[in-house]
């Protein structure tokens, strides 16, 4: 993956990532943000999910989280959830890369999907919820607290396609069925996948790919640049 950063912000990096035999045209964009501590450890997995599991024409933006202290408790910093030292939000940090892209690359605005799980959940529903240019979402293993979000309104006719655990024993299932619950309310189209396989879930690459072809389906017609 090509490392990079927005702005010339060293703390807005992230790696693209991209098949090298795409076909020329139009791409789909992914904004990957990783759960866990938000870090490197999940770039293999990305390159796999770009090789093997997405569509051909995918481009792929990793994100790094950034670290404002030694002790950082919060991940992904959101508009409500917010961390000492911060200088930006993730949905922030998520739109500058979308920005970038969209100016750098013949991206099919229609398909301009994000990625969270986890620790990086609370923040890909923000910025979907927030940012008219991201089209679709996906969320596994996500906390969800109604109060820690702004209006739901943004989501209205977008596809959010969730991947939650039955056994999942940090976060509830029952954060899974408030999240389509509040997400159908505000007019999204939502389908929740279920598993058994506990937080870290099993074949997330395939439930992945899942969810993109359906998003894909459920994607309104390409607005016009």
């Given at each position: 993956?090509?490392r990079?950063h927005?702005e010339?912000d060293?703390?807005k990096?992230?790696?693209l990532?991209r ?6 045209g139009?791409?789909?964009l992914?904004v990957?943000?990783?759960g ?10 990305a390159q ?6 997405l569509?051909?024409n ?6 790094v989280a950034p670290?404002w202290?030694?002790?950082q ?5 959101t508009?409500?959830v917010r961390?000492?030292g911060?200088?930006?939000t993730?949905p922030?940090?998520i739109?500058d890369v ?7 690359y ?5 398909r301009?999907?994000a990625i969270?799980?986890?620790?990086s ?9 927030t940012?008219?240019?991201i089209?679709?979402?996906?969320v596994s293993a ?7 979000f702004p209006?739901m ?13 039955r056994q ?5 299932y029952?954060?899974?069925?408030l999240?389509?619950a ?5 007019g ?6 279920s598993?058994?396989?506990?937080h870290e ?7 992945i790919?899942?969810g993109?072809?359906?998003l894909?389906?459920h ?5 016009k640049p």
């Amino acid at each position: 993956g090509t490392r990079t950063h927005t702005e010339n912000d060293p703390f807005k990096r992230y790696f693209l990532i991209r098949r090298s035999d795409a076909a020329e045209g139009s791409l789909g964009l992914v904004v990957f943000v990783p759960g866990g501590q938000g870090d490197e450890s999940t770039l293999v997995f990305a390159q796999n999910l770009v090789r093997y599991f997405l569509p051909g024409n995918t481009l792929l933006a990793h994100l790094v989280a950034p670290r404002w202290a030694a002790e950082q408790r919060i991940v992904w910093p959101t508009t409500f959830v917010r961390t000492p030292g911060m200088k930006f939000t993730t949905p922030e940090f998520i739109g500058d890369v979308v920005d970038d892209l969209l100016d750098t690359y013949p991206i099919d605005r229609g398909r301009v999907f994000a990625i969270g799980g986890s620790s990086s959940g609370p923040a890909t529903i923000e910025s979907a919820v927030t940012n008219p240019a991201i089209t679709g979402l996906i969320v596994s293993a996500s906390v969800f607290r109604p109060r820690l979000f702004p209006s739901m309104a943004g989501i209205a006719g977008k596809p959010v396609f969730l991947y939650y655990s039955r056994q999942d024993h940090l976060v509830p299932y029952d954060d899974g069925l408030l999240l389509e619950a509040i997400l159908g309310h505000y007019g999204a189209a939502v389908h929740l996948r279920s598993h058994i396989y506990g937080h870290e879930g099993k074949d997330t690459a395939y439930a992945i790919r899942e969810g993109i072809d359906w998003l894909d389906m459920h994607t309104a017609s390409t607005p016009k640049p």
